[in-house]
Nanobody, 127 residues
Framework: QVQLVESGGGSVQAGGSLRLSCAAS????????MGWFRQSPGKEREGVAA????????AYADTVKGRFTISQDTAKKTLYLQMNSLKPEDSAMYYC????????????????????WGKGTLVTISS
């Protein structure tokens, strides 16, 4: 059974930083495509960043390029999202997601969503 547990959300002022973590269990971690998504009230879900575990290929939404970095610790089966220069528009519920098809990270198809989801962690950025 795949479980994804996010942590690290919170409230910070604009310009600040946060690091989100996602602990994965029940996955053959090295074969997965992992991603971070976010959704705020009244807005569509947005694919923020994705990482193909084997090979560490990464992809980002244009809205976060240069500010956010997705990374992993394969030994701990943990995915991270380092978020710098945060803006009020980054406020959202952030979700970790995983897919057993690593090819999903090789194209833009990951942006539509992945198979497994965590419950989310809330990020609030004040101006």
């Amino acid at each position: 059974q795949v479980q994804l547990v996010e942590s690290g959300g919170g409230s910070v002022q604009a310009g600040g930083s946060l690091r989100l973590s996602c602990a994965a269990s029940g996955v053959t971690y090295r074969n997965y495509c992992m991603g971070w998504f976010r959704q705020s009230p009244g807005k569509e879900r947005e694919g923020v960043a994705a990482l193909k575990v084997a090979g560490e290929r990464t992809a980002y939404a244009d809205t976060v390029k240069g500010r956010f970095t997705i990374s992993q610790d394969t030994a701990k089966k943990t995915l991270y999202l380092q978020m710098n220069s945060l803006k009020p528009e980054d406020s959202a519920m952030y979700y970790c997601a995983a897919d057993s098809s690593p090819w999903r990270c090789m194209s833009d198809s990951w942006r539509a969503g992945l198979d497994y989801w965590g419950k989310g962690t809330l990020v609030t950025i004040s101006s």
